[in-house]
């Protein structure tokens, strides 16, 4: 089996630029609340970077222009930055239609939210999902109003902008991208996020960021931002951050901590899992003191080419020791087969031999692409699958539906 890896090139021509452009300046807090993408920073201090990001989008947004509000201190009881992007479910309508303009002096989330700002389930698909019970996967069987867990999916103007630009909102547009030979290639700076939320008790106010929520039956509920992914593109194969609130090991139904966390900037000279969170940039006496860095990606293997893994305990649930964001967002491609549109799975279902075939299920890919995954299967060393610049909510965009004629 031919083992070649299809980034190669990229990775070493990045290699070379990097080393040739002029050396930009080091990171600094004066301006927390300020977004500073910067290639050079995100490679060579990623954890500090991913804190600088960290803080810049969990600062109290306003609700008038969706931008960070340096008047509010950094903690407050509001809606922060990320909370008024633009929601995936607002972007991938169910009939693909063009979601409109980003609106400035709108927030999309109302006040307690509703259901329809997280990620919903079909009848198809409830059957495929799962959560974490007793330590175990299981099915899912139930709708929001009894889930553990919420989830959300945000992404910032830039990466929103390139999709309506593109028609990507929908899967004609994607498609029409595919069979051109055109590339997906997000613009510097675009940035998506994945949050998750649990309900909490009231208690417990006090040491997360909140939400009230006003579930279908009219209940509303409580629940606690528990972990939050942050992959923004400073780097052609994006930079990759996940955060976990301390408390999820411990958790009713918690998977645990199954890879160990890595923090050189909150750590210091110590062992870069020392799970503290760094001092002197203001998450001191706010909710935020509470959340730790689980660690970054910036490639897809280390120097001994040994698979670079990153987990997080909420969103990856079950699958943590074979989970790495990088080469799972990889493998976000689209092709035209027999006709019908298809798209990479995100699992390895390949049984192993220790392994049922259940337990397979729940292995992600991780290590270096390989360019077997992108080919014909008829044609060996044709491309197929068309990669969709690690961008895996595209996969959200349902085929446009013109409205029916009066």
Known sequence: MRMRCVFGAALLALAVNALSAPVPAALHWHTPWTESHNAHQAAT??????????????????????????SAPFGADQPVVWEVWQNATDVYLEDGQDPGPWVTGHRPSSTPATETRFETFSLKDISNARHI???????????????????????????????????????????????????VNFPPASTEIKASWRPIRPDERARYHTLEVRLADGTE????????????????????????HVDNPTRPDADGWQLPSSDRFACGGETVDCNRAPTGIGLEGTVWQNYRLRGTLTRFVDTANRPLLLANSELEAGMQKSSAC?????????ALVGGAPTRLPIFDTAVRDDESPAAAERHGYIG?????????????????????????SLSKARPRRFPRET
């Open 221 to 244: 509920r409580l629940y606690g931002l528990t972990a939050l992914h942050i992959v923004s593109k400073d780097a052609p194969q994006w930079f990759w951050a996940t955060f976990e």
């Open 45 to 70: 201090s990623p954890d500090e970077y991913a804190w600088r990001l960290f803080v810049a989008l969990n600062w109290p947004a306003t609700a008038t222009t969706r931008q960070p509000d340096p």
């Open 326 to 334: 990088i080469t799972c967002h990889a493998r976000s491609a689209l």
């Open 368 to 392: 270096l692409p390989l360019a077997q995954w992108f080919e014909d299967g008829q044609n060996a060393g044709k491309p197929l699958f068309k990669q969709l610049d690690f961008v895996w």
């Open 133 to 183: 019970v007793a330590g175990k996967m299981v099915p899912l069987t139930t709708p929001a109003p009894n889930a553990k867990r919420l989830t959300e999916l945000r992404m910032n103007r830039t990466a929103f902008d390139y999709i309506r630009a593109h028609e990507l909102y929908n899967l004609d547009g994607q498609l029409r991208m595919v069979t051109a030979g055109q590339p």
